[in-house]
């Protein structure tokens, strides 16, 4: 079964705009971890936020923010006034306690940021 | 700087022969992970290994071998029993412990079979 699931087509964003790329995923595990990763063109995968599964606050950083709705289990990355570097595939990713380190990756979303 | 090097960036093979993709940390991480993606889709996990001397399968291992005799190392061998090798191929590293150890990437190698 699926653990990670990224549905939405590619995303075309004004710069300056804000865009939400949703993920939901699914895990019997109660302690888990979720990240965002950026992979532009040119193939290298960028770390971008994390969110523990009994992490109180919403994760942030700089320009990323993470809604994180546990009883949904969604993960929805939230990129605010975006940017032309912005374009890019994005991943979502989920590590299980009892996962041995192991990351699974959803499909990712595309994402073109024009001017 | 610390970080993750993969040789070459490309590479192209004939079918029926082995080749090795070399990943090489500087960030003296436990855990190593070999990953394949294929266009239009999300990765998929080959082996990894925690620790100096031990690996697993992950997902998709039939038609590839590790092996992890150093630490900063952990060579990949796609051998001619993949069918498809034909994809853009990553390796990372991360400490093990904490959930929140994020997984470092190197460039990725691009192998074109012929």
């Known amino acids: 079964a699926q653990k990670i699931t990224q549905t939405q087509p590619g995303m075309f964003v004004q710069e300056k705009e804000a865009v939400t790329l949703d993920c939901t995923y699914d895990t019997s595990d109660p302690s888990y971890g979720l990240f965002w990763y950026k992979q532009p063109s040119s193939g290298e995968m960028i770390f971008l936020i994390y969110q523990g599964s009994y992490d109180q606050q919403n994760a942030t950083e700089g320009r990323y923010s993470l809604n994180f709705q546990k009883a949904r289990k969604s993960a929805n990355l939230v990129i605010s006034a975006s940017q032309l570097g912005d374009s890019a595939m994005y991943f979502c990713?989920?590590?299980?306690?009892?996962?041995?380190?192991?990351?699974?990756f959803g499909k990712g979303n595309q994402v073109v940021v024009i001017p | 700087d610390g970080g993750i090097t993969q040789s070459p960036k490309y590479l192209f093979r004939k079918e029926g022969q082995n080749v090795t993709l070399s990943c090489e940390q500087n960030l003296n991480h436990d855990a190593m992970y070999w990953y394949r993606q294929d266009p239009g889709q999300g990765l998929r996990l080959i082996y990894y290994?925690?620790?100096?001397?031990?690996?697993q399968k992950g997902d998709i291992a039939e038609g590839y071998s590790v092996s992890r005799e150093k630490k900063e190392s952990f060579p990949l061998t796609v051998t001619s029993a993949q069918k498809n090798p034909t994809a853009f191929y990553l390796c990372?590293?991360?400490?093990?412990?904490?959930?929140?150890?994020?997984?470092?990437f190197g460039p990725g190698t691009r192998l074109t079979v012929l």
């Open positions: 990713a989920m590590r299980e306690d009892y996962g041995n380190n192991r990351l699974a």
């Open positions: 990372a590293s991360s400490l093990t412990g904490p959930l929140y150890n994020e997984q470092f």
């Open positions: 290994s925690q620790i100096v001397n031990d690996f």
